[in-house]
């Protein structure tokens, strides 16, 4: 009952969203605008104050981001290898093998994660979270460039611009700005803060409605094996290796290791196909991992939250 009890609020909020474009009470372009209200005003300002509110002494934790990172890191070089030698001649290249590594390792951290973390655990261990979420898509949006760049001559990349989204992603810097207040103990007069608590309220609601929303546009391809694999990686090998290690070499407590746990269960991020379509690597097999990954994750979560709580 426990389990039920957290996934299913979390899963009618998706089903929700999914069906309401499915059946065309709101288009892709409504979606695309609630999206923009939700990611670029109400996560930023959830995640600013939930930052701004942490203890900070608490929630920095070196351990986690190793018992984290390190198998992130392992299933980026797994998926590139297999990528390597099991893909195709055509998408064997260092290019489609970054893009099929971040594929099988990067994790929808916000909007998946923290509304499980959230309901499972308790707004308490959101500093963790926030530390744990802000390298990681500026790490394996990284390697993903660099690998896929390798090789190709013709490359003619904005690096500088890349590098100027990713420090300016809302995640990041609504992050980085509620750290600075929270270190200089900056006080927010109580209006303003009463009126960005209610701007953050949408915020996880929103998210799942949107991703719910999302899936409806996403369809799994005819060549559905490369997307079931990275899947299995991402759902199953992923979370196994972080619960390995936080649990027994590195020992997190309880509550940090079960974060960690679940931010790595979490399916394949949306931002993950949009670097496969600038790429021009993979499109139709992330978009498959997205949809085939977030319908598996509730498999996933329901094994992990017996698990962990």
Same mark, same amino acid.
């Given at each position: 009952?426990?389990?039920? %009890?957290? #996934?299913?609020? /979390? @899963? ?28 670029? =005003? ?13 203890? $900070? ?14 198998? +992130? ?8 290898? $297999? ?18 590594? @971040? ?35 500026? !790490? ?38 509620? !750290? ?18 209610? /701007? %953050? ?8 409605? +949107? =991703?719910?929303?999302? /899936? ?40 940090? =290791? ?11 991020? +949306? ?7 600038? /790429? ?5 097999? @992330? ?9 598996? %994750?509730? #498999? ?5 939250? %017996?698990?962990?709580?």
């Amino acid at each position: 009952m426990t389990t039920f %009890s957290i #996934i299913f609020p /979390l @899963l009618f909020l998706v089903s929700t969203g999914f069906f309401a474009t499915h059946f065309k009470v709101f288009n892709k372009d409504q979606i695309g605008g609630i999206s923009k209200f939700i990611f670029n =005003l109400c996560i930023p300002v959830f995640l600013f104050l939930n930052m701004y509110k942490a203890p $900070l002494k608490t929630s920095l934790n070196t351990d986690a981001l190793i018992v984290f990172y390190i198998p +992130v890191l392992t299933i980026f070089a797994l998926g590139f290898i $297999l990528n390597k030698y099991i893909a195709q001649k055509n998408n064997s290249n260092f290019s489609a093998s970054a893009t099929y590594a @971040l594929c099988s390792s990067y994790s929808n951290t916000v909007l998946v994660g923290l509304p499980i973390i959230m309901s499972a655990i308790g707004a308490h261990v959101m500093g963790s979270v926030f530390f744990i979420i802000t390298f990681h898509s500026a !790490l394996l949006f990284t390697l993903t460039f660099l690998l896929s760049q390798i090789n190709n001559q013709n490359s003619r990349f904005n690096w500088r611009g890349f590098f100027k989204n990713v420090l300016f992603n809302p995640v990041v810097s609504s992050i980085s700005l509620g !750290l600075i207040f929270n270190a200089l103990k900056i006080e927010i007069p109580t209006q303003l803060n009463s009126a960005l608590e209610l /701007l %953050s309220q949408p915020a996880l609601t929103g998210a799942l409605f +949107v =991703l719910g929303a999302n /899936l409806s546009f996403y369809k799994v391809s005819k060549d559905w094996q490369m997307s079931a694999l990275a899947s299995a990686l991402k759902l199953i090998l992923l979370p196994a290796l972080v619960y390995g290690l936080g649990k027994y070499v590195v020992v997190l407590d309880e509550e940090l =290791l079960a974060v960690t746990v679940l931010l790595s269960a979490s399916p394949l991020g +949306v931002n993950a196909y949009l670097i496969a379509v600038q /790429l021009k690597q993979y499109q139709s097999t @992330l978009a498959s991992t997205v949809v085939l990954s977030t319908v598996l %994750s509730l #498999i996933s979560f329901s094994f992990w939250l %017996s698990v962990l709580l």
